[in-house]
Every structure is written in C-alpha cells, then in structure tokens.
C-alpha cells in the first residue's frame, strides 16, 4: 500500500492519509461507491453491491482512497488520457466534442471520477475531506505531468469545481451508467488548483513528538 499524502491532527491517532487503492483494497472503493450513489438513487440495486465499470481494469485508470486514521472515508478515481497512448477516459464518451474544441486532445489530460464521500461520513467530514480526497488528484497529475484536469460534474456542484479552478465548457448531457446529468468542467490552471487544496487540507497542526 503506497501512502501519497497524509496529515496528523493533534490527536495523533486521528489524521487524514490517501493511498493508491490496490488489490483487495478496491473492494473497499467499488463497495463505497454502490453505497454513496445508491443511498442517493444515482444508480439501481444490484446483488454484488459494488459498482464497477470497464474502466476500473484499464492501465490508465487508478482509484484513491482517503482514510480518516484507520476508517476509509472517501475514494476518487483519476483516468489519464496521453495523447502517445490515446487510452479513451469515460468523459469522452459524452464530451469528446467538447474536449476537442476547448482544449485539443495533443495534451495530457486527467479526469477525476467515481469522487465520493462514504455515507456514513457524509454529515461529519464537511469540505475538509472533500479536499483530501481530491488531493489524490495532484499526486496523479503531477505524475502524468498533466496540462488539463476534467470533470463531468453535476449542475449543483458547480460552485465547488470553481473553488478549484475549473470553468464550464458544455451543456448539461448524460454520464454513463449513472442516472444524474452532468456537464463538461475543464481546469487549465493547474498551478492555482494544486494551491488551492494543498491550503485546504494543510490548514491543522502537525503531531509534536519529545524525546
């Protein structure tokens, strides 16, 4: 288990950490995500009560889940498309289009999807753990050496996505496999993107440790 980033509170017992989810651990994130979109009627029941799609399997595609000290709390996934490989991501299938005319398909872009709180924390972690969450974000951008960050977001989460940089470049369409609508967010600002959340989840007391 790779841990990319973590942060201690004053009790040390109870900090922030994110790591590449792997192996058994993406079991955690796929049962994660049936919870959040099914508990929000996002997606129909199944009986495995996971949910999955045919990225998840694609070399381009890593998961990410944020832990709240030993309790997993939230989970992103981050799907790069390089313009040498041309490995699709799922925004293409609705925004291609969109993607083209606004910022080309000659760049790395990164796609951050499947973004979800658990539900039985979704009351408690307010907007700190949205950031921490998508702190993985900057850990993969900055290892695709990303020029763009896209979202398929969905229209009553457009003012965070601006907090963040991103800026509208479409109208609202619908995401596969999800029953909500989205539109096209494109952050070309990386720089202010990556300050933005290292302020945000870099904002409490390190643990002090004595001899």
């Given at each position: 288990?790779?841990?990319?980033?973590?942060?201690?509170?004053?009790?040390?017992?109870?900090?922030?950490s994110n790591v590449v989810a792997i192996?058994?651990?993406?079991?955690?994130?796929?049962?994660?995500?049936?919870?959040?979109?099914?508990?929000?009627?996002?997606?129909?029941?199944?009986?495995?009560?996971?949910?999955?799609?045919?990225?998840?399997?694609?070399?381009?595609?890593?998961?990410?889940?944020?832990?709240?000290?030993?309790?997993?709390?939230?989970?992103?996934?981050?799907?790069?498309?390089?313009?040498?490989?041309?490995?699709?991501?799922?925004?293409?299938?609705?925004?291609?289009?969109?993607?083209?005319?606004?910022?080309?398909?000659?760049?790395?872009?990164?796609?951050?999807?499947?973004?979800?709180?658990?539900?039985?924390?979704?009351?408690?972690?307010?907007?700190?753990?949205?950031?921490?969450?998508?702190?993985?974000?900057?850990?993969?951008?900055?290892?695709?050496?990303?020029?763009?960050?896209?979202?398929?977001?969905?229209?009553?989460?457009?003012?965070?996505?601006?907090?963040?940089?991103?800026?509208?470049?479409?109208?609202?369409?619908?995401?596969?496999?999800?029953?909500?609508?989205?539109?096209?967010?494109?952050?070309?600002?990386?720089s202010s993107f990556c300050e933005k959340?290292?302020?945000?989840?870099?904002?409490?007391?390190?643990?002090?440790?004595?001899?």
């Amino acid at each position: 288990m790779r841990n990319i980033s973590s942060k201690h509170f004053k009790n040390q017992n109870d900090h922030y950490s994110n790591v590449v989810a792997i192996g058994l651990m993406l079991d955690r994130v796929y049962t994660m995500c049936y919870r959040s979109y099914f508990s929000k009627d996002y997606i129909d029941k199944n009986s495995s009560k996971k949910f999955k799609d045919e990225y998840d399997t694609m070399p381009n595609c890593t998961s990410y889940l944020t832990y709240l000290g030993n309790k997993a709390i939230g989970s992103i996934r981050s799907c790069v498309y390089n313009p040498e490989t041309q490995l699709s991501i799922p925004i293409m299938e609705v925004f291609e289009e969109e993607l083209k005319n606004s910022v080309g398909l000659n760049n790395v872009i990164i796609e951050a999807n499947k973004f979800v709180i658990d539900p039985s924390f979704q009351m408690s972690g307010g907007i700190t753990a949205l950031f921490w969450v998508y702190r993985n974000i900057i850990d993969s951008s900055l290892e695709n050496k990303a020029k763009y960050l896209v979202a398929a977001v969905k229209p009553k989460n457009i003012e965070f996505y601006k907090m963040l940089y991103f800026e509208q470049a479409s109208q609202i369409k619908a995401y596969p496999h999800l029953k909500f609508k989205t539109l096209l967010m494109i952050c070309t600002n990386l720089s202010s993107f990556c300050e933005k959340i290292y302020s945000k989840t870099a904002s409490f007391p390190t643990v002090s440790t004595s001899n």
